[in-house]
């Protein structure tokens, strides 16, 4: 079983998964897209390839913590994953990750155009990097 994790905006969508044991958040892919049709064909291989028990699913509150007009967009999407996958998904604070995924790059020296193409799967990674830890920590 493996828990997978996403960043989800307007035209990418990131994706990380986990290792078997829950432990590591891997990034995996950045899903660029024109309509929902077609990402959830992408997202489809990931259901059909690996047993998938829950995903992750960034929610991208404001600085304050008020909900955003992208939270109401997240929530839609929420439901549909629900609906066509019958798998709970979970909500994760997403609040700077993306600042966060873009620092680690600058900080390896990754041009901006490699950064662009790889900062919404660190920032899925993150997101489900995050639960893992909360969800490891209780187990102890």
């Known amino acids: 079983m493996r828990i997978i994790g996403m960043d989800y905006g307007s035209k990418t969508?990131?994706?990380?998964?986990?290792?078997?044991?829950?432990?590591?958040a891997n990034p995996i892919e950045t899903i660029r897209y024109n309509t929902k049709e077609e990402l959830f064909d992408?997202?489809?291989k990931y259901f059909?390839?690996?047993e998938i028990s829950k995903i992750i699913l960034g929610n991208p509150?404001?600085?304050d913590g008020s909900v955003s007009t992208r939270c109401e967009e997240t929530m839609i999407?929420?439901?549909?994953?629900?609906?066509?996958?019958?798998?709970?998904?979970?909500?994760?604070?997403?609040?700077?990750?993306s600042v966060i995924a873009n620092n680690m790059l600058i900080m390896n020296n990754e041009r901006r155009n490699n950064r662009?193409?790889?900062?919404?799967k660190l920032a899925a990674s993150i997101i489900l990097q995050s639960y893992?830890?909360?969800f490891n920590s209780k187990k102890e």
Do not use: A, Q
Request: aromatic residues 6%.
């Open 77 to 97: 999407f929420k439901n549909e994953l629900e609906d066509k996958y019958n798998i709970e998904v979970i909500l994760e604070d997403e609040r700077l990750t």
């Open 61 to 63: 509150l404001n600085l």
């Open 116 to 120: 662009k193409k790889v900062v919404d």
């Open 132 to 134: 893992l830890d909360r």
């Open 42 to 44: 992408k997202i489809d």
């Open 13 to 24: 969508l990131g994706i990380s998964l986990s290792d078997e044991t829950l432990l590591i």
């Open 48 to 50: 059909n390839e690996y």
